[in-house]
């Protein structure tokens, strides 16, 4: 079984914080996982990586104000975002990195706005 199921998306204003959630299902949260984002018009983007070792990798848009985190126990995947910007406006999805599966999740829609 192949699944992904993200929540924790919101209103926010410019400068608040979310922090959303991934629960996968073993066959995709046993790989190195991402947090992506899709914008209006725009391609979807990896903005923070975790390998099954805990080292992380950032965008530069979001280095310093998003922290990933997993816990290998619940087979879930965090993304704790700060000092949330309107260009963070997006839909949020997680996945493998690299993608192991042709499957999204229904993402999570994260609205920085005042």
């Known amino acids: 079984q192949v699944q992904v199921v993200e929540s924790g998306g919101g209103l926010v204003q410019p400068g608040g914080s979310l922090r959303l959630s991934c629960v996968a299902s073993?066959?995709?949260?046993?790989?190195?996982m991402g947090w992506y984002r899709q914008a209006p018009g725009n391609q979807r983007e990896l903005v923070a990586r975790?390998?099954?070792?805990?080292?992380?990798n950032y965008a530069d848009s979001v280095k310093g104000r998003f922290t990933i985190s997993r816990d290998n126990a619940k087979n879930t995947v965090y993304l704790q975002m700060n000092s949330l910007k309107p260009e963070d406006t997006a839909v949020y999805y997680c996945?493998?990195?690299?993608?192991?599966?042709?499957?999204w999740g229904q993402g999570t829609q994260v609205t920085v706005s005042s």
């Open positions: 073993r066959s995709i949260f046993s790989r190195n």
């Open positions: 975790i390998t099954t070792t805990g080292s992380t």
């Open positions: 996945n493998a990195v690299p993608l192991a599966f042709d499957y």
